[in-house]
């Protein structure tokens, strides 16, 4: 596997810019591990509206997994329930996530129904449940495509988050606060990853070939302002 941290490069690296107009990045949908499973990027946003940052979540019942914010510029996380997508567990940080400065998010899910979120390679453990917390064993194995940026509905990008972005991730693993700390300090941890993207300014798919391509009226703006 070829991963790559740019950011430890000496005027390397680079993020995408996201306008929360129309800007959105789609990746076809592939197999990733529904039962354990790690999500992550870098986030910088002054957004305050309920808006996504990156998901598997298409509100045609295909729904699998969200990394957003709520309207009170918080970070959200959520899962859906394996079959009928009706069964979501969702958790939110209480801290402020969008003061215009670089986040490493990240969301971990496990078979026994935890979902953790993590900030800046802590797991935050002063959670608000969001809704009925409902038990999630399995999530579901959505057909949609992923998005970055936004959120799909019947197919159709909404909620455009207004941020830069940077180092998208999935891991089939649920991956320890340690092993996300490594990635946060900017060291390398290659074990069950499936997807990697936004790492320059590229839409390749550094492990695999799920390349992201732009959403209809997206832009291909990239700024030189990274996490590192």
Known sequence: MNIINPYRFAGGGS???????????????????????????????TDTNFNVVFSHW??????AFILSLD????????VSDSGS??????????????????????????TSNTLK???DGDEKTDLTVIGSDETVSTIHNSTADLTIGARLSSGTAGLFID???ADCRIYDATLSEANINTIYTGGTYTTDIVGQWLIDDTLDDQVGTN???????????????FPF
């Open 211 to 225: 390349d992201a391509s732009e959403g209809t009226g997206s832009s291909t703006a990239t700024s030189t302002d």
């Open 117 to 119: 979120l993590y900030v």
């Open 163 to 165: 941020s830069k972005i």
């Open 15 to 45: 993020s995408r810019i996201f306008d929360g107009i129309n800007d959105y990045l789609t990746i076809p949908d592939f197999t990733y591990d529904t039962s354990n499973l790690t999500v992550m990027c870098w986030l910088k946003s």
């Open 58 to 63: 298409n509100l045609t019942s295909q729904k």
């Open 71 to 78: 309207s009170t510029d918080h970070l959200l996380a959520a």
């Open 85 to 110: 997508g009706n069964k979501i567990r969702a958790t939110k940080d209480p801290a402020v996530i969008s003061d215009g400065t670089w986040h490493h998010v990240a969301l971990t899910f496990a």
